[in-house]
């Protein structure tokens, strides 16, 4: 998904500008800091353990396309859901309905994410009125309703059993909080107050990133960096493509199961078939199970997440986890299976058991 910003900032477009190897690796660095740093606001100012202690959260920087160029991720599951659930937000809302000061809040697992207690925060990132990107936090809420504490319902057998699902909205709007959206939030979690906190953490998370970027757009100046963010995703997609071809050409199939859904008996399979041609994956799911009636679905976003996860396991460590690293690999992944499966099925296990499985 490629969302294009509504004023570019020369004749030239960013990405065609000739960055010096030097200013590259600073400002690519630079970004990942502020990524990592936004996970240390997280963690200084979060209200609960999972976030403080369980690190139960990830953190991201986008470019004014709405794809990842720089990450931190502490929690392995929202790898690739972090970037398809920003870019969905940006999607609905418009890119051109986007102003300075604007915070957008999201969290349906069919729009791009992964379990219904996974939270993404997103704030655009203007400098000069020139739009240059998008931090995003997005974290384990403790609880979003639903019929048991903590949204965890083994026996669930629809979606709203797990509880509050928010489309794309604007928590602030030019700056000013919108308590309506807010009191809505806390008017159906079990902890409100200490939800409250953990909300306004994730958003202190994304102006810790908003005033890195300005900062850096002020040294450098934003056509330089926005030809960084673009060419960072580049960089990666070499590098990935270069561990690709080390791999002999050919298919490679498995199959594993999980013993059961929480509301039947009946074994669920996990089926992949990966086929490596010269620099290019198509990782495959074909065969898996169809969706079940219990929660342990894994939406897109997870069975994404979980795929690249494995990528990067076993190739160079070293790769920056960006766009760029995900467009060799292609994933084909059945509607209506347990890895893709169609509203209304429940998932919130999809995110902690299905998603290690695969």
């Not at 030809?227 to 493509?241: C, F, G, H, P, T």
Request: glycine share 8%; aromatic share 8%; proline share 5%.
């Amino acid at each position: 998904m490629c969302i294009r910003d509504r004023k570019e900032t020369s004749q030239v477009r960013s990405e065609e500008m000739k960055v010096d190897p030097i200013t590259f690796q600073v400002i690519y660095n630079y970004l990942l800091s502020a990524a990592r740093e936004m996970g240390t606001t997280m963690l200084r100012t979060a209200h609960s353990v999972i976030f403080s202690e369980g690190y139960d959260f990830s953190c991201a920087i986008l470019d004014s396309d709405g794809e990842l160029v720089a990450t931190a991720n502490y929690c392995p599951v929202h790898l690739a859901a972090i970037g398809y659930s920003s870019s969905q937000s940006i999607m609905e809302i418009g890119i051109e309905n986007i102003f300075p000061g604007d915070v957008i809040i999201h969290n349906d697992p069919y729009r791009g994410g992964t379990h219904i207690t996974d939270v993404v925060i997103l704030k655009p990132i203007f400098y000069d009125d020139i739009l240059v990107g998008f931090a995003a936090n997005r974290a384990h809420q403790l609880d979003m309703g639903g019929k048991v504490p903590g949204g965890f319902a083994g026996d669930a057998t629809d979606i709203f059993q797990e509880g509050l699902r928010i489309p794309p909205v604007k928590w602030y709007e030019k700056g000013k909080e919108r308590k309506d959206i807010k009191d809505i939030f806390l008017s159906n979690v079990r902890l409100p107050k200490d939800q409250e906190g953990d909300l306004n953490a994730q958003l202190a998370s994304d102006i810790s990133a908003e005033r890195r970027v300005k900062a850096l757009c002020a040294k450098y100046g934003v056509d330089t960096v926005k030809a960084v963010m673009s060419q960072i995703k580049d960089y990666s997609e070499r590098r990935l493509r270069k561990e690709i071809e080390k791999i002999p050409d050919g298919k490679y199939s498995y199959e594993d199961f999980l013993e059961n859904d929480g509301i039947t008996f009946d074994p669920i399979k996990v089926k992949i078939t990966v086929t490596v041609d010269e620099d290019k994956l198509i990782v495959d799911y074909t065969g898996s199970s169809k969706q079940c009636k219990g929660p342990l679905n894994a939406t897109y976003g997870v069975t994404a997440s979980s795929t690249f996860n494995a990528i990067l396991e076993v190739s160079d460590p070293s790769i920056p986890v960006n766009w760029g690293a995900f467009r060799p690999v292609r994933i084909i992944a059945p509607r209506g299976s347990i890895v893709n499966p169609n509203y209304p099925a429940p998932v919130q296990a999809g995110n902690t058991n299905t998603s290690v499985l695969i």
